[in-house]
């Protein structure tokens, strides 16, 4: 892979990992919803698509008609799937800095806070007044939570009360850094440099490459 298309494909990367890694160096929990959380990933994956599936996939006859705009029409679709995704997937909280045995007792709380009427059934919890059912998943490498939904009748307006509820009440929870940040931030900083480095060293594949991709453009300009 050139340098250009190595750099395209690292950096939004790098930044989700290094962005990752910033969050788990907080002293504090941080809740999301899922669609920001996918969000976030499909961000940090565009470099990947751009100079592989987007590129392989580009419509030559698009491309003529359009030019170098047809990297805009594209990168515009992709927001716009992306987009889409978070909005017909169904609903998430993901909390970060948080294992299940230690957001239960708060989740329990919160709960009780908007829906007296909330049980448990092993690590599943409904919330009947509310429109709420989920259960606890966890990713145990960066030891974050996720909250599911269970079944697909839910309130939307419920699921965004129990996340202001959490939120308020994990403002007060105190937790250390976790050993995977420094990894992550590491593996940035290193994919960063080696992208600063590519590029240095090999100045002279820069211009070929740009060359490559945008040449249609540049044929007919």
Not at 71 to 76: F, R
Not at 160 to 173: E, M, N, P, T, Y
Not at 186 to 196: F, T, V
Request: charged share 15%; net charge neutral; glycine share 6%.
């Amino acid at each position: 892979m050139d340098p250009v298309r190595f750099a395209i494909a690292v950096v939004p990367l790098a930044a989700y990992l290094g962005v990752l890694g910033l969050i788990q160096m907080r002293s504090r929990p941080l809740v999301t919803s899922g669609a920001s959380d996918l969000a976030a990933l499909g961000l940090g994956l565009m470099g990947l698509i751009f100079v592989g599936p987007m590129e392989l996939f580009r419509p030559e006859v698009a491309t003529v008609q359009f030019l170098n705009y047809i990297w805009l029409v594209l990168l515009a679709l992709y927001a716009l799937v992306l987009i889409l995704l978070s909005l017909v997937s169904r609903p998430r909280l993901v909390i970060y800095n948080q294992t299940p045995e230690e957001l239960r007792p708060l989740l329990s709380e919160a709960a009780g806070l908007v829906d007296a009427s909330f049980r448990w059934a092993g690590d599943s919890l409904v919330l009947p007044q509310l429109g709420v059912q989920l259960h606890i998943d966890s990713f145990a490498l960066l030891r974050n939570t996720s909250l599911l939904s269970s079944g697909p009748r839910q309130s939307l307006v419920g699921w965004r009360r129990l996340g202001k509820q959490l939120r308020v009440l994990l403002r007060s929870a105190q937790v250390g850094p976790r050993p995977p940040a420094l990894v992550l931030v590491s593996i940035a900083a290193l994919l960063l440099i080696a992208c600063e480095f590519r590029l240095s060293a090999e100045s002279d594949q820069v211009a070929e490459a740009l060359a490559e991709i945008f040449a249609f453009g540049w044929e007919r300009s």
